[in-house]
């Protein structure tokens, strides 16, 4: 019974955060990732779950995975290594055109905004 439960709570706070996200995301004046087509420019709010470093086609780009409660999407900065304030559980506002890589939602070299 303990597993249960905890899985329950784990579940249910992770859906209060996604109802938080969502909101946050409304009052920026921002579309939900979940319904943003493709290759659509968007301006989208969220946080950072993580903050990678890795070549892309052999190019260095620091890549990041927004989540705004509904989806998530990953920011690539093609020739970066780093770029200050950029970590996980920082909120941002990203703008760009969203592009598709496989199956993942991609902006490439977006352009973005930190919360306070």
Do not use: F
């Not at 992770?14 to 921002?30: I, M, N, R």
């Amino acid at each position: 019974m303990g597993r249960i439960s905890r899985t329950l709570e784990r579940l249910s706070s992770e859906h209060q955060e996604a109802g938080e996200l969502k909101t946050g995301s409304a009052k920026a004046g921002c579309k939900l990732i979940a319904s943003v087509p493709d290759r659509a420019v968007v301006t989208i709010h969220g946080v950072l779950r993580a903050v990678t470093l890795r070549p892309v086609d052999g190019v260095t780009a620091l890549e990041a995975e927004l989540y705004d409660g509904s989806d998530s999407v990953t920011l690539i900065w093609l020739g970066r290594r780093k770029i200050e304030g950029v970590r996980a559980g920082r909120h941002l506002k990203a703008s760009g055109r969203v592009g598709m890589r496989g199956t993942t939602r991609v902006l490439y070299n977006p352009r973005y905004e930190l919360d306070a």
